[in-house]
């Protein structure tokens, strides 16, 4: 009931295109889901989040999309470029009763080719 | 703003020495979170500080510790180091104990055992 399951593990995507990656849920206390990409050496950056009232998020070129009903959010890389080659990590937190502790997904290496 | 900073970058021990890690979290914020980033294992919760209180724990044995000073800075303390504590440590702040506040990260404490 904590885990949250990210896929792919690896993703290639060529320049220009789109990036997706998934995360899946099972415990419906969670009421915030963050998204971080992290490069080589350094720590977690955030990059956008999402609480479950909303169904969809975008920054730049960034968006989450959240499916309240299946358990399920998505990260969605529009105009893909090199430089968001990285590891991204979902990550969620129980909202009611906080316990601190964002439970994140295994993360997915992201290679963009130019 | 200066960010989330941690002490040492790196730090070499061998197995049954202490290991104190150091964190200063970014100005203003008052709540102080640790992260273990193992090889394979993803992010997962070590402990959680606020207003100088230790206010959850993930399940790690009690060796692993912290405190939390009065200006809010932060020290996770690992004694009998054991090898399957090589890790990356990552310390996180954020504004208050609230749980709708996004937790900021540092670059992390590399600690390798030998």
């Known amino acids: 009931q904590q885990q949250v399951k990210q896929s792919p593990q690896s993703l290639i995507v060529q320049k220009g295109g789109i990036s997706i990656i998934n995360c899946a849920y099972e415990?419906?206390?969670?009421?915030?889901f963050p998204w971080y990409q992290q490069f080589p050496g350094k720590g977690p950056a955030l990059l956008i989040a999402i609480r479950p009232d909303v169904s969809e998020k975008k920054e730049g070129r960034f968006t989450i999309s959240f499916n309240k009903s299946a358990k399920q959010f998505s990260l969605h890389i529009m105009d893909s470029q090199p430089g968001d080659s990285a590891t991204y990590f979902c990550a969620a937190r129980r909202g009611s009763s906080n316990t601190g502790k964002l439970i994140f997904g295994q993360g997915t290496t992201l290679q963009v080719k130019p | 703003e200066a960010g989330v900073t941690q002490s040492p970058t790196h730090l070499i021990k061998t197995r049954g020495q202490q290991a104190t890690l150091r964190c200063s979290p970014i100005?203003?914020?008052?709540?102080v979170y640790w992260y273990q980033q193992a090889l394979g294992l993803g992010l997962q919760f070590l402990l959680w500080y606020d207003e100088g209180e230790e206010r959850n724990r993930g399940n790690f044995p009690p060796r692993f510790s912290g405190r939390q000073f009065p200006n809010y800075s932060s020290e996770l303390n690992v004694n009998a180091l054991e090898l399957e504590d090589s890790a990356l440590y990552l310390c996180?702040?954020?504004?208050?104990?609230?749980?709708?506040?996004?937790?900021?990260f540092g670059d992390g404490t590399r600690l390798s055992i030998l």
């Open positions: 996180a702040s954020s504004l208050g104990r609230y749980s709708n506040q996004p937790q900021h």
């Open positions: 100005s203003g914020h008052t709540s």
């Open positions: 415990n419906t206390a969670f009421d915030y």
